[in-house]
């Protein structure tokens, strides 16, 4: 599997609080950022997988989402989480 426990603890610790804080909006964007590259990497190679484009798709919006709460809520959290992953260019 592309995604165990303790890089998926890795990523909540790093950008969440603590590796615990599952729920944290940073902790959400970073595993969404990580799944959907990792989608993106798959896709390349197999361009007929309409699932997994799918899939792709709603990974996105949800990151979306989430970010558009943060920037609501906190728009410095919002700016830190986009600078650490390199959202925007």
């Known amino acids: 599997m592309y995604l165990d426990q303790k890089e998926k603890e890795a990523i909540f610790k790093k950008h969440g609080k603590d590796a ?5 909006a940073e902790g959400q964007i ?3 950022t990580y799944r959907i590259n990792h989608l993106t ?3 390349k190679n197999n361009r007929k997988d309409f699932n997994t484009e799918r ?3 709603k990974l996105v ?9 943060l920037t609501k809520k906190d ?3 919002y ?3 986009v600078k650490e992953l390199g959202l925007r260019k």
């Open 20 to 24: 615990k804080n599952t729920g944290s």
């Open 30 to 32: 970073a595993l969404f």
């Open 41 to 43: 990497e798959h896709l």
């Open 55 to 57: 899939s792709l798709v």
């Open 61 to 69: 919006g949800k990151r979306r989402a989430l970010l558009d709460y």
């Open 75 to 77: 728009i410095l959290r």
């Open 79 to 81: 700016r830190a989480i």
